[in-house]
């Protein structure tokens, strides 16, 4: 597990096994169609199927080992308001969001292939067409507000759920598919 903070909030990446990005895909290529964006939540079946291989079971623990090393708390319980699916195609953006709860997390599924021209370029505001963009606060003299991923298949982000993100639209092939969630987390009284 990786870790940034490049202007408070801390940012986790980790790598989810490959196994599990194929049972998420598997499921996700029953839902989707080529060529055409869509949303959907996944079933609460699938996500607890497989009991300490599950999805949530494993979402979970990730949920846990960020916020031991975010503020050395010990997390009672972790209870997933919802996952849910996206899946993109070139043009379409993901517009400058937060979620909901207390911690929130994007797994990459599938990158599309973005045009060479289109990898060099940058929105005004430097946010990277295609990439994963956190923001915070405002543009201030000698203070980063920005900071981009380049999302690879099986890189799960853990995050504040009141971070702001973007996934600006990007030009070329494929599709990007992420899995998203946000949960709420019950820590231990010191």
Not at 63 to 89: C, G, N, P
Not at 107 to 119: F, G, N, Q, R, T
Not at 120 to 149: C, D, M, P, W
Not at 161 to 190: K, Y
């Amino acid at each position: 597990m990786d870790f940034f903070s490049p202007f408070g909030p801390l940012i986790a990446r980790l790598r989810l096994p490959q196994d599990m990005v194929d049972r998420v895909n598997e499921y996700a290529d029953t839902m989707t169609s080529p060529d055409k964006s869509t949303e959907f939540l996944l079933p609460t079946d699938f996500v607890t199927a497989g009991g300490e291989r599950s999805l949530a079971h494993h979402t979970g623990n990730l949920v846990r080992r960020y916020l031991k090393r975010a503020e050395d708390s010990r997390v009672e319980r972790v209870d997933f308001d919802v996952f849910w699916v996206v899946s993109q195609y070139a043009g379409t953006p993901s517009p400058v969001h937060f979620h909901s709860g207390d911690i929130a997390g994007v797994l990459y599924l599938k990158v599309p292939d973005i045009d060479a021209d289109e990898e060099e370029r940058t929105y005004i505001s430097g946010r990277q067409a295609g990439y994963i963009n956190f923001l915070i606060g405002g543009k201030q003299r000698l203070s980063k507000s920005l900071v981009s991923f380049k999302p690879q298949v099986g890189d799960f982000y853990v995050f504040p759920d009141w971070l702001l993100h973007v996934a600006e639209p990007f030009r070329g092939s494929g599709e990007r598919r992420s899995m998203a969630f946000n949960a709420v987390v019950g820590v231990e009284e010191s």
